[in-house]
């Protein structure tokens, strides 16, 4: 299973192109865990490439192996704004063992963003793989991930299906705070920094 999970992880990188990784076109890609108790929300800013910035708020809450979330913000793209909204489920599916050494969350999200000219949708797809690494005698953890993702994408742009690479490290404070960092791999460049208060 790891050789297939590295194979994939090898296709993705060699394929990435102008793929947004998540349901609302930005960087902010997920790690397998859930790092809230009850609910978490927070902000992205992010760097898609191209020149753009692009700012958005969210909310996460689930229970047991699941949690879904709410995205939205604004992406500047030069001469025009973009309106981002965003849905997105996780649900974990693979638990760490002997033969492998990773935790797996099954991601899927749909959302958009939409402005004159510029309305594009996403329906991204992928499954994250990391593990909770803990400091020793310390409150902080760290949790390295890669996320690759498919994702149709249709509207003004050209329609097609398109391949990416997520990889990101969140960093746990206190378990009420998390600082989150992730980016993409091989042509896709965007780079993303997150905040979640965790409750």
Same mark, same amino acid.
């Given at each position: 299973?790891l +050789? !297939?999970?590295?194979? $994939?992880?090898?296709?993705?990188?060699a394929?990435?192109c102008d793929l947004?990784?998540?349901?609302?076109?930005?960087?902010v890609?997920?790690s397998?865990?859930? /790092?809230?108790?009850?609910?978490?929300?927070?902000a992205?800013?992010?760097d898609?490439?191209a020149? !753009? $910035?692009a *700012?958005? %708020?969210? &909310?996460?809450s689930?229970a047991?192996?699941y949690? *879904?979330?709410?995205?939205? %913000?604004?992406?500047? !793209?030069g001469?025009?704004?973009?309106?981002?909204?965003?849905?997105?489920f996780?649900?974990?599916? @693979?638990?760490?063992s !002997? /033969?492998?050494?990773l935790?797996? /969350? *099954?991601?899927?999200?749909?959302?958009?963003r939409?402005?004159?000219?510029v309305?594009q949708?996403?329906?991204?797809f992928? @499954?994250? #793989?990391g593990r909770? =690494?803990?400091l020793?005698?310390s409150n902080v953890?760290?949790?390295? &991930?890669v996320?690759?993702? #498919?994702?149709p994408?249709?509207?003004?742009?050209q329609?097609? #299906?398109?391949?990416? $690479?997520g990889? %990101?490290?969140?960093?746990?404070?206190n378990?009420k705070f998390?600082? +989150?960092? /992730?980016g993409g791999?091989g042509?896709?460049d965007?780079?993303? =920094?997150s905040f979640? @208060?965790l409750?």
């Amino acid at each position: 299973m790891l +050789r !297939q999970v590295l194979l $994939l992880g090898g296709v993705a990188a060699a394929l990435t192109c102008d793929l947004a990784a998540q349901s609302t076109g930005t960087p902010v890609y997920l790690s397998p865990y859930r /790092s809230s108790t009850r609910y978490e929300f927070g902000a992205s800013l992010s760097d898609p490439g191209a020149g !753009q $910035l692009a *700012f958005e %708020g969210f &909310y996460r809450s689930g229970a047991r192996k699941y949690d *879904f979330g709410f995205r939205g %913000g604004v992406a500047d !793209q030069g001469n025009t704004t973009a309106f981002l909204a965003g849905a997105d489920f996780r649900l974990r599916v @693979i638990d760490q063992s !002997q /033969s492998f050494p990773l935790d797996g /969350s *099954f991601t899927v999200g749909v959302g958009g963003r939409f402005g004159d000219g510029v309305s594009q949708a996403f329906i991204p797809f992928g @499954i994250s #793989l990391g593990r909770r =690494i803990d400091l020793e005698d310390s409150n902080v953890s760290f949790i390295p &991930y890669v996320h690759p993702v #498919l994702g149709p994408t249709f509207g003004d742009r050209q329609s097609e #299906l398109l391949f990416g $690479l997520g990889v %990101g490290v969140d960093v746990n404070f206190n378990k009420k705070f998390e600082l +989150r960092v /992730s980016g993409g791999l091989g042509d896709f460049d965007g780079v993303a =920094i997150s905040f979640a @208060i965790l409750r």
